[in-house]
């Protein structure tokens, strides 16, 4: 059984690791039972590629400000855990976070119906909701990080999106086991590409050297600054044109800091599926990986990142962290100083007048992408957490 809030199918667009990670069990011969949400008035549930999708009307938008999406955390939790014990024949849970209150349901389903647990973590929470000033209350906070780790504590074991986050873990519950299965590049869907002509036209961007963001459109993504570097480009007078696809609670600040600034190298793109996202990869030039200057972010395992790597871009990002540590050491990207919008001029000059040096840093992305990430090679280490025999769900 795997409880993630925010499963998402291929056709549908967003992230898809929860739906690779079912479809890893599937090849395995497994049956994922996924207990899922949706903004619907009815719950219902559906067969799909093996995997059996139970949606429960739970209502959630990337716009909700932070009490509304703990409301909707909330109403999950207790959804999810009533309809666990109509589950038959379920040997293990896998429950996705964020938010951390799906280890609730977990523990709670664990308590009540004596099905064990394993835990993924993808960001760490309490503390980026902390960092972030969104939890300020001394005791609130002791409560959270309380929170955190009993639901650790409590897990078979816990799965790691990246490797400063398997230390944290570890660091918190000393001998627990950890695996680290950060999120996957779909080399077979997102591959390098010519750029098509049409694309171009339908896009506006022909002869440009195009950066794109592709993703959640949050406070905690900080794209003011990929605006600042849009911005300082036009000011320079260089042929780069940005593109930010998404959609979130900083949409509209974004477009009025365009309107008002009269930017007009930066188009917004509305949220798209999977097809409209390799669409905008066929005519970028690079992946802009964003986020605001905060430690706890740089943590974390962007699905934009790997996205990029598959099909063969320029990474450019504006944090540190494990991330920059390996595009530096892999030749697949730049990082910018996220005090400086100027600095992204500098850094994107030689990229723009030595074609071939964009190009060996393409195929060192596609490189990595194939030996590193590749949704093959960690649907595989995947499965065999689940080798226990008798874990058939």
């Known amino acids: 059984m795997i409880l993630h809030q925010h499963f998402n199918l291929p056709h549908e667009g967003g992230p898809l690791r929860s739906y690779f990670l079912a479809k890893a069990l599937v090849t395995g011969g497994l ?3 996924v207990i899922t949400s949706r903004s619907e008035e009815r719950y219902r549930s559906e067969i799909y590629e093996g995997i059996e999708i139970h949606y429960l009307p739970v209502a959630y938008n990337n716009r909700f400000g932070f009490r509304e999406r703990s409301v909707s ?7 999810a855990i009533r309809l666990a014990g109509k589950l038959r024949d379920v040997k293990v849970c896998y429950a996705i976070s964020v938010p951390l209150t799906v280890g609730l349901a977990a523990q709670s389903i664990r308590l009540l119906y004596k099905i064990p647990y394993i835990f993924e973590v993808g960001d760490l929470w309490p503390e980026a909701p902390i960092q972030m000033g969104f939890v300020r209350n001394y005791f609130f ?9 009993s639901i650790y504590n409590s897990a078979l074991s816990i799965v790691a999106l990246s490797p400063p986050i398997r230390s944290a873990i570890e660091n918190k519950v000393p001998g627990k086991k950890v695996y680290m299965i950060p999120n996957m590049a779909d080399t077979e869907f997102f591959k390098p590409e010519e750029k098509e002509g049409r ?11 195009v950066v794109s963001y592709i993703g959640a459109v949050g406070l905690a993504n900080g794209l003011e600054f990929f605006v600042d570097c849009a911005r300082a480009s036009q000011v320079a007078g260089i042929p780069v044109h940005f ?3 998404g959609d979130g609670a900083m949409v509209d600040p974004l477009q009025e800091i365009l309107r008002r600034d009269n930017i007009s190298n930066l188009t917004f793109i509305p949220f798209q599926n999977r097809a409209g996202v ?8 690079a992946i802009f990986v964003c986020y605001k200057t905060i430690p706890v972010l740089e943590t974390g395992s962007p699905n934009k990142y790997f996205d990029g790597l598959a099909a063969g871009k320029l990474i450019v990002i504006n944090f540190g962290g494990w991330i920059a540590k390996e595009i530096m050491e892999n030749r697949c990207g730049v990082c910018v100083d996220p005090a400086d919008p100027g600095d992204f001029i500098i850094k994107i000059q030689p990229f723009l007048h030595q ?6 840093y393409q195929r060192a992305s596609r490189d990595l992408a194939l030996s590193r990430y590749s949704r093959d090679m960690l649907g595989e280490t995947y499965r065999g957490i689940f080798n226990t025999p008798g874990r058939d769900r």
Request: hydrophobic share 45%; net charge positive.
């Open 31 to 33: 049956t994922p039972v």
């Open 73 to 79: 955390f909330i109403r999950y939790v207790w959804k």
């Open 141 to 149: 906070k002791r409560m959270l990080f309380a929170l955190e780790k």
């Open 199 to 209: 694309l171009e036209v339908k896009y506006n961007v022909g002869k440009k050297f």
């Open 243 to 245: 593109l930010l696809c």
């Open 278 to 285: 390799r669409e905008i990869m066929n005519i970028s030039d």
């Open 355 to 360: 074609p071939e040096m964009l190009r060996e």
